[in-house]
């Protein structure tokens, strides 16, 4: 396993947090869920930016053995939009800010970019659901770009859940 150590906070630093190794993916997504996730938590009181200026949620994605709360835990709340929803995006409640999203039953957590300390975070590598876009900006051509969830992202995910069962 990589030594590299990334470290994200939440606005005050009250949340400490620490992602091991290499992302498993770098992407933006333009769902539904994430726009509407992402509108709902800026509205907290005193909350900062979560989605790009373009509406597009910006995560680095992580194996769960690799992700870790060091400091702040306490302070953590999850939101759903829905009761029934498998996803939770977590909040630092000292300063509503938005630290990471969780999909149940997966074996990842994706870490909003915009809380990493690190300003040489890897390139975004795709963006995604981009049919639900409703920016009048062109589309940035930093990576490339889905209309859905691509094949490419669900091999991502199927690899690392089978290196964390071998142990890698």
């Known amino acids: 396993m990589s030594a590299l150590l990334r470290t994200l906070r939440c606005r005050c630093g009250s949340v400490l947090c620490e992602a091991e190794g290499a992302p498993i993916l770098t ?21 900062g930016d979560v989605l790009e200026s373009d509406g597009g949620a910006s995560y680095l994605t ?20 829905r009761d029934t929803a498998p996803t939770q995006r977590f909040v630092a409640t000292c300063c509503n800010s938005a630290i990471y999203l969780k999909f149940r039953p997966g074996h990842w957590v994706s870490l909003f970019r915009n809380r990493f300390d690190d300003a040489d975070l890897p390139a975004i590598e795709m963006r995604t659901n981009i049919r639900h876009r409703a920016a009048d900006t062109p589309l940035p051509g930093d990576a490339p770009a889905y209309r859905r969830f691509p094949p490419r992202l669900f091999l991502r995910l199927i690899r690392a859940r089978l290196e964390m069962a071998l142990g890698r």
């Open 27 to 47: 992407a933006v997504c333009y769902c539904a869920d994430c726009q509407a996730g992402g509108r709902r938590l800026e509205a907290l009181t005193g909350a």
């Open 62 to 81: 992580y194996r769960d053995d690799r992700f870790r709360v060091i400091r702040g835990a306490e302070v953590l709340q999850g939101h759903k939009l």
